[in-house]
């Protein structure tokens, strides 16, 4: 469903605690969310939406499997979503691409190219249409994810982040200049500069193949910390 502006789910829901029966019982996938510092554990046709919550920049916060508080062992959406301002318990559908998918003119957009507002009866809706048409970016997220995730286990590589920001001017530079540059290792600048995308400092063009070409601009009301 879908929250009304102005109503809040505070305080926010707590992921449902699976069962070892319930985790044999559901295909379920894992990984490793940067922004919650946690493992994240939810049914495996949700894995690319719980990979573009972790990234987007409009996502304020997301809980996977938000628990009923009236039956804690159950759950009430695959997602609580908070994006805009507005609060959203979302489920998600996958299934084979249809030929006529375009992709998406904006895909950190949340609210179109195939999202179903809730009902009376039903919650908000990714469809199999709305991942199809960010098939592009999401195969990036997924290859960018490991970087980060390796940044963040590494305590938020502080020094190497602040030596990437210093080093790139307000034309950008690309990832093979950054690595030119560090007297870090070429892996360990790439996890900082990924880093520092995924907590909104740096920025990419997502359309384009991610390589040593990838280039990096500053964020100019990027958050501070």
């Not at 319930?22 to 990979?51: D, K, T």
């Not at 602040?162 to 001017?169: C, F, Q």
């Not at 990924?194 to 990096?216: M, P, Q």
Request: glycine share 8%.
């Amino acid at each position: 469903m879908e929250i009304p502006r102005g109503v809040t789910a505070r305080p926010r829901p707590s992921p449902v605690k699976l069962t070892l029966d319930q985790r044999r019982a559901l295909p379920i996938c894992e990984f490793y969310s940067a922004r919650m510092g946690r493992a994240v554990m939810i049914p495996s046709a949700a894995y690319w939406f719980g990979l573009w919550l972790e990234w987007s920049p409009r996502v304020s916060n997301y809980v996977e499997l938000p628990a009923n508080p009236g039956t804690p062992d159950s759950w009430l959406a695959n997602f609580w979503v908070e994006c805009g301002g507005d609060e959203f318990l979302i489920d998600v559908e996958f299934g084979e691409q249809l030929p006529s998918t375009k992709l998406a003119v904006d895909p950190w957009t949340l609210q179109s190219d195939g999202f179903e507002s809730a009902t009376s009866d039903t919650n908000a809706k990714i469809t199999a249409r709305w991942l199809w048409a960010r098939r592009t970016i999401l195969l990036h997220l997924e290859q960018a994810h490991p970087f980060a995730v390796a940044a963040q286990l590494q305590g938020g590589l502080k020094a190497q982040c602040n030596r990437v920001l210093s080093d790139i001017s307000e034309l950008g530079e690309n990832l093979i200049g950054l690595c030119g540059r560090s007297d870090a290792s070429a892996y360990t600048t790439q996890c900082a500069a990924f880093h520092l995308v995924r907590t909104g400092k740096l920025a990419i063009d997502w359309r384009s193949e991610l390589s040593s070409n990838t280039r990096f601009q500053k964020v100019g009301d990027a958050p501070q910390g």
